[in-house]
C-alpha cells in the first residue's frame, strides 16, 4: 500500500483528505478553547501541572503536539488504506490506489454506444472497457441457434448468447467467474444440458427469477462487475427472414449461412418492432457511435432493421463509425469487398448511418482457406451515393487473422474520436 499515491492528481481524494483534516483542527481547536476555559475557571489539582506538560516551555510543547498529530493521522491513513479500504476495492490489483485512479479516469470518458451482436462485438468491448467506463452495448434478439436458440424456444426467453458474451467483455470480476459464465456442458443426454453454457442458464433463470428480461440482465452484469451497460435493441421476439438472389426465402438467423447461396436481402418478422426505450436513449446521448464489427447480414443489419433504433443513429450528433470486418465470412459475405459491405447497410437502412468507415489494412498474416481477407479501397473516399471517408489501420489479430484485435480496434476508434471531436478533418494512417 503506497499511502503518497492516494495524492495523485485525479483521484479527487485530496480535497477530502484537506476536509478530514480541516475538522480535525476545527476540533482540536474547541478543545484547546474549553480546556483554557478551565483552565482559569476550575482549580485543578497540583499534578496537572505534569499532566499538561508546563513544565516544557510552550514552543516545545506546540512541536510536540503538531508532530504526534501528524504521525498518528498518517499511521490511521495507513492503517486504513490497508486494511478497510484494501478489502472493499481490492480484486486482484496491486493496490486500491490504481483502481480508484482506474475508475474515475474511466468515468470520465465518452460515452460510446456499440452496435452489433456476436464475437465482434465483444471483441470490440474488450479493447473499450479500458478507455471509457461509459459504454452502451446495443445486442441483436434474433439469435435462434445453439443454447441460445433451444433456451428461447424451450422457456420463451430473448436469446442470452450474444448478452453472456458481452457481460463476459467487460466484465471486471476474477477470471474464475469469466470461465464459469463462459463453461459449456458436454456430457449428458443432448436433451438436458449438453451445449448450454452456464453463463446462457444463468441469464435464463435470473429472468425466470426476477420476471423481466431486462433486469436479468442488470442483475447479471452486477455479479460480474461489468463496466458499462449491456442493451437489447428490442425486447420483441423477432425472426430474421432473408431473401435470397435465387428468390428461396430462408428463416432463421442460425439457418441462413447454412444455404452458400448469396443474400439479397434480410428483414425482421414481425416488420416494425418497437425499439427498447434505453437502447434509444443510449444512443441519442452518445458521443461515438460503432457499427460492427460482426456478421454483417446475422449480427448488424438485425438491430439497424429495428426502424427506431435506425431513425435513433441517424438523429444522433454522435460521430458514427462503421467498422468492417477484416475477411469475409463464410456463407454469408463471400466474395465481398467493403464497398459490398458499405453498400449492403446502405440499401437495408439508408443514408447517414455512418460518417466514417475503418478499414483493416494488413494483409500480410496467413488466413484459412474459407476465411479471404477484405482488402482496404484505394484512395480515402468510397462513393455511395454520397462520399464516405475510408480510414486505413492495421487492425488484425496476429494469432487469429480473420478477427480484429480488441486493444488495436479500441486504441484507434478512441483515436479517431479525439480527433474528430477536436475538428479535426486531418485523415492519416493509424498506427
Known sequence: MRLPAWFRPGLGVKRWLALLLFGILAISLGLGYLLR?????????????YLTLQFIPREGRILLFLGLGLVLVSLALWQLNRSV???LLLTGRPDAVSLVY????????????AIGGGTGLSTLLRGLKEHTGNLSAIVTVADDGGSSGRLRRELGVLPPGDFRQCIVALADAEPLMKELFEHRFENGDPSSLAGHSFGNLFISAMAGVTGDFERALRESARVLAVRGEIL???LSDVVLWADLVDEVQVEGESQIPQSGIPIARVYLRPEDPPAYAEAL????????????????YTSILPNL???????????SRAIKVYICNTATQPGETDGYSVMDHVRALIEHVGHQIFDLVLVNDNLDAEFPADWRPIPPPPGDLISVGARVP?????????QRPWRHDSARLAQTVM??????????VKRQRFK
Open 37 to 49: 476555559q478551565l483552565y482559569d475557571t476550575v482549580e485543578v489539582p497540583w499534578y496537572f501541572y
Open 85 to 87: 479500504i484494501g478489502a
Open 102 to 113: 482506474q475508475r474515475r479516469q474511466l468515468a470520465r470518458g465518452p460515452r460510446v454506444v
Open 232 to 234: 437489447p435493441s428490442t
Open 281 to 296: 436513449r443510449a444512443i441519442l446521448e452518445a458521443d461515438l457511435i460503432l457499427i460492427g464489427p460482426g456478421s454483417l
Open 305 to 315: 432493421l429495428v426502424p427506431d433504433i435506425a431513425r435513433a443513429v441517424r438523429a
Open 390 to 398: 475510408v480510414l486505413h489501420a492495421d487492425l488484425i489479430d496476429r
Open 415 to 424: 483515436q479517431i474520436y479525439y480527433e474528430q471531436s477536436g475538428k479535426s
